[in-house]
Structures are given as structure tokens and as C-alpha cells.
């Protein structure tokens, strides 16, 4: 007797964009077991070529900034039937399917590995694999109600960091602080919140240790780092 069979067919699909998210997609694309076919075309590219494109396609990416997403879906693609996948985590449209991956993409491309452990946040009753074909990656549902809080959470997680490390960076080069021995700090302060989360934290915050604090925050005087300490004390000091 035989079996039925799920055959998997590649799709063709229009990339629109030429940033960092299209070239990391265009890359990612190209290491699927069974890639789909890529057009790609940007706003340096003949608007004909578009045209003709969106004749040959089954889906359209839509990989541009959120501000671009609505003005080119209405004057390229609306009325059309061809399936629209934009990646914004904070638009949201009913006229768009959507998937926001929740990674820090770079400026170089990354490994297969880490491609392939990237979680995709999708509306409801949403197929990852109608969006993205032959993309095997985990994904979870993010309501419209709860789309925002979740990006401005992506946003607070994903930057806030980087510019206290930014600061902390600057006036530690000024003291003559080895990149390397601050670099083995983060690495750890991160794994040890990886693995502890809130039992991590350590200092004087944690302590209540207001004599340090004050001292802490004197040192910082007349920098961006004091009114931001500040502002930390007062929210999370018990």
C-alpha cells in the first residue's frame, strides 16, 4: 500500500528592500534545505522590473522600514491576491501578514546555526511556513492588543543595554581599562542572567547599600550615566 507523501515545493518569491533584514534574508534564504527562488528590487531599481516581478511571484517580503510598509503596500500592491509578508514588530495592518524575528541582526551575516535557532514572533491563526516556505524556525503568537508592548519590550532589551555599555565604555577607555577586562565582565554579567535571572543581580542596589550608592553617583557627576542612576535607584531600590 502506498503511502501518501508531502511533497515540498520552493516558491518564487519578490523580495522587496536592500538593507541589513533583506540581506540577511536573501543569505538565510540561501541555506534552506530546498531554497525558494529570489527576486529582489529596491527603490534604486527600474519600476517596470517591479511589474513584472510581481507577475512571477507567490509572495512578496516586504523588508523595508516601518514607515515604508503601508505607502508601498497601497501604491504597488493593494488589490492585488499575491500574499504580503511584512517584518515589522510594531506595525500592524490587516491587510499584511506579518513575522517579526526576535534577533539583533548585524551588519555581517551569521551562521547556518544561528539562523536556524532565530524564533519568529506571527499573528494568529498564522502558518510560518505560508510566509516564510521551507523555514523550519520556532515561532509564538503575539496578539494585535499585545504587539506593541512587545516591540517597546524588544526595544528596552534589545538597546538600553548597548548604550549604558556605550557610556561605561567611553569612560573606561579614559581609564586606561583593557577592552578585554571589560568585555569578560559583560560576558559574564550576561550568562550570569541567562542562568539566574533575577538572583543575578549583585551591588549596592541589591544591598541597599546607600553610602556606596551616593558615592557612586558623585563620582558620575555632571555625565548622562548620573541622571540615568539616578532614575535606576529610584525604580528598583528596595
Known amino acids: ?71 508601498f503596500y497601497e501604491t504597488h500592491l493593494a488589490g492585488s491576491d499575491i500574499p504580503v509578508v511584512h517584518f515589522s514588530g510594531a506595525l500592524t495592518d490587516r491587510r499584511l501578514s506579518w513575522a517579526h524575528p526576535l534577533m539583533s541582526f548585524p551588519e555581517g551575516l551569521l551562521a547556518q546555526y544561528v539562523y536556524h535557532s532565530i524564533s519568529f514572533a506571527i499573528g494568529a491563526n498564522t502558518d510560518l511556513d505560508q510566509l516564510l516556505p521551507g523555514f523550519k524556525n520556532s515561532s509564538f503568537i503575539v496578539s494585535d492588543e499585545h504587539k506593541p508592548l512587545y516591540h517597546a519590550l524588544c526595544v ?53 547599600d546607600h553610602l556606596t550608592i551616593n558615592k557612586n553617583m558623585a563620582s558620575l557627576n555632571g555625565t548622562k550615566l548620573q541622571t540615568i542612576y539616578a532614575a535606576f535607584v529610584k525604580e528598583f531600590s528596595s
Open 156 to 208: 528596552v532589551a534589545g538597546n538600553f543595554p548597548q548604550l549604558l555599555w556605550n557610556e561605561v565604555d567611553k569612560s573606561l577607555a579614559q581609564l586606561q581599562i583593557p577592552d578585554l577586562a571589560f568585555q569578560n565582565y559583560l560576558s559574564q554579567v550576561l550568562q550570569n542572567f541567562l542562568t539566574l535571572k533575577e538572583k543575578s543581580l549583585t551591588g549596592p542596589l541589591v544591598r541597599n
Open 1 to 71: 500500500m502506498k503511502q501518501n507523501v508531502r511533497i515540498e515545493h520552493s516558491k518564487t518569491i519578490l523580495l522587496i528592500g536592500s538593507g541589513r533584514l533583506a540581506k540577511h534574508l536573501q543569505h538565510w534564504n540561501s541555506l534552506l534545505e530546498k531554497p525558494n527562488t529570489l527576486l529582489t528590487w529596491d527603490r534604486s531599481q527600474d519600476p517596470h522590473a517591479l511589474v513584472k516581478y510581481l507577475n512571477q511571484c507567490h509572495i512578496v517580503w516586504l523588508a523595508i522600514r516601518d514607515s515604508a510598509i503601508i505607502p
